[in-house]
């Protein structure tokens, strides 16, 4: 019998003791990570679907699991075999999971869902929706996976790590009393940070709890007078403890989170309800004050030392970009391309960024995408899809790396031979989108949602579009994915400020065919004050030729060409000295400026 659907019979099982009429298990941990450490991949476990979003749903009689646009075609795949339905999120006709469980689950029945992992306005939104569904509750002090899963990975124990001042350009004892400050300002007497990302940025700590993401499992509470740090003891060498007496942080057990939670003595706790879990959430005796953590948007904005550190890193990233496409060239368009394969591609460019100082890991698992594959928009090749190279169509290479002094996020699309028109056309298309956003001027607290049209309005007219964001903020040596600011249709009403960094990564997709996306770093630095306000602009952090192969000519603005030109000739200065003379030479061609007279057409 197929592994999974032995889990759900296994599943099946535990639910008819206790009487449950379905199980929810979403993505995330007890930190609401979009990564998560393998102890609580529960959602892959029991349906074998393992992209970062998405949430599997067994009953009785049927299984169903909803995921978004970036991994329809992955998630077809993978659950072939399965009693698992796909639900794709968005789509006309898609139900949503109350709706589902109403039709499904009898009136008056009983839902599980494990309330450690799961968001405290999660679960009390399936509550209200359920609710609405015939009576149906909830319940959430139970976690079946520790029934079922026999082999179920331990919590980490890796080390945690000093991330050094001169990197994060303020100590953690800085921060926290920036924090206790904005806590103050919304009336709080303390909190308690439940994101891992958050409790590494104001610590000034690091860690390899999470596959690509340099955090490790914690919580932290702050009061008015005291700071503690909830945490395996085994993770933290003596060198750390000392450090984190010196900025007054004590130390306690990742297990005692409820107790200091019972202990707390303050009058109020400010609870993100988006990133407390549940179970803490109702352990909470005091008055709760929910509202948004100050700490997502505090790191958000760089400061001077990290600005000079992502422009650093974004430096040797692209050394290293040049180097791999300047390997690359030398087999497109010839019959020796099929030599390589996506992994091989992914493993040379890995390689290449290894050579280079502060590097650390890969920020993600590389997207090397060929043809057809690249219209899966978060593809990652594996000994069974793997696929050589030919000298015709175009690769989606989207990939990045933490270096200690910042995090790097790019995406190229590289034509391998001769192109069709219609991967011409979406990729000028394409290449238009990403332009505009980056010629995009906007007053200082705009949101996101109001600059993502300029992406997409030339593929509109084309009855063409993605579904998926348009940007996402990027981490200083943190998580790629950094929020709440994006670029995305839905309304996102975080403003944005001068100082923080976002992608430009927009894409077209043909199923079956090919994909198209292209993707620098931005930062968000002045513009210019008037009597309507200040004003902002784009500063591409990301040094990397952009592929002109493709491009055809005439779809392209005068201001479009320009911006290219322009961006070339920065790369080409700000790369070649670090260059030998044959990359030097390769990357003046790459960066040769285009204009009327230009052979594209």
Partial sequence: MNDVNQRIENLREVMRRE?????????????????????????????????????????????????????????????????????RLKMEGTPTIPEWLGRTCGAGSEVGIDGWCSSANAVKDLIVELRKEGGITVRTNMDPLKLIWSDRPVIPENPVEIFPVEYAGESAHEKIGRIRQALRERHADGMLMAALDDIAWTLNLRGTDVHCNPVFVAYLLISSKDVTLYVNQKKLTPE??????????????????????????????????????????????????????????????KNETEIVGFRNAMLRDGIAMVKFLKWLSAYVGKPEIGQLTEITIDQRLKAFRAEQPLYRDISFDTIAGYGPH???????????????????????L????????????????????????EEKRAYTLVLKGHIQIELCKFPSGASGTQ????????MWREGLNYLHGTGHGVGTYLNVHEGPHQFRMEWKPAPLVAGMTITDEPGIYLE????????NTLLMIPYKETAFGKFLQFESLTLCPIDKTPIVRSMLLPEEIDWLNAYHQHVFDTLSPHLDADETVWLREACAPIDSTSPLS
């Fill in 19 to 87: 009487h449950l009429a379905a199980f929810i298990f979403p993505s995330t941990d007890p930190h609401q990570g979009e990564y998560v450490p393998d102890h609580w991949k529960g959602r892959e476990f029991i349906s074998g679907f393992n992209g970062s979003a998405g949430t599997a749903v067994v009953t009785m009689t049927s299984a169903a699991l909803w995921t978004d646009s970036r991994y329809f075609i992955a998630a077809e795949e993978q659950l072939k075999g399965t009693e698992f339905r796909l639900m």
């Fill in 398 to 421: 989207d990939s990045g790396a933490q270096y200690l002094d910042g995090t790097t996020d790019i995406t190229r699309t590289i034509a391998l031979g001769p192109l069709s028109d």
């Fill in 451 to 458: 600059i993502d049209i300029l992406a997409r309005k030339d």
């Fill in 374 to 396: 690249g219209a899966i928009v978060h593809y990652e090749a594996t000994p069974e899809t793997d696929v050589p190279l030919q000298p015709k169509g175009m690769l989606l």
């Fill in 512 to 519: 079956g065919k090919f994909g198209v996306r292209i993707e």
């Fill in 240 to 301: 750390v403890m000392a450090y984190l007496k010196t900025e007054g942080v004590m130390v306690d057990s990742y297990e005692n989170v409820t107790k200091g939670l019972n202990d707390y003595f303050e009058y109020n706790i400010l609870l993100d309800p988006d990133e407390v879990n549940y179970a803490l959430y109702k352990t909470v005796v005091r008055e709760r004050v929910e509202e948004e953590s100050p700490v997502k948007r505090m790191k958000t904005v």
